[in-house]
């Protein structure tokens, strides 16, 4: 029987490439990466990144016991600004997406302008 777990730093990279996998038919992911060679590494590096300085640190990232799945909530914090994984100039998203970077901080910019104020998840 497989049970579900809170994720560990160890399991980061078999989780970036699950969730790297789940996105590879998103039609924003396909926009954003295009090329069907680049996308899955892309991507998996990026999840990468977002589970290591975003979302892990949060107690926010749950498992199977296999590291099958994986589910990533972000928690509401009252009266902050969400974590961003953008910074002005030098980010990992432009070390991460090079020239294509605009377009993964336009989705990033877009989702938290469009995110609920109440507290959710």
Do not use: C, K, N, Y
């Amino acid at each position: 029987m497989t049970g579900v777990r809170l994720a560990v730093p160890d399991d980061i990279p078999v989780l970036a490439h699950v969730l790297a996998l789940a996105f590879d038919s998103d039609p924003v992911t396909r926009w954003h990466v295009p090329e069907d060679a680049r996308r899955l590494p892309l991507m998996t590096r990026f999840f990468a990144f977002a589970l290591g300085s975003i979302f892990l640190p949060l107690g926010a990232v749950w498992t199977a016991d296999d590291r099958s799945g994986v589910a990533v909530w972000m928690p509401h914090q009252s009266g902050q600004a969400s974590p961003s994984a953008t910074e002005p100039t030098g980010s990992p998203i432009d070390e991460i997406f090079g020239d294509d970077s605009w377009m993964v901080e336009t989705i990033i910019r877009l989702q938290e302008e469009h995110r609920p104020l109440e507290p959710h998840h």
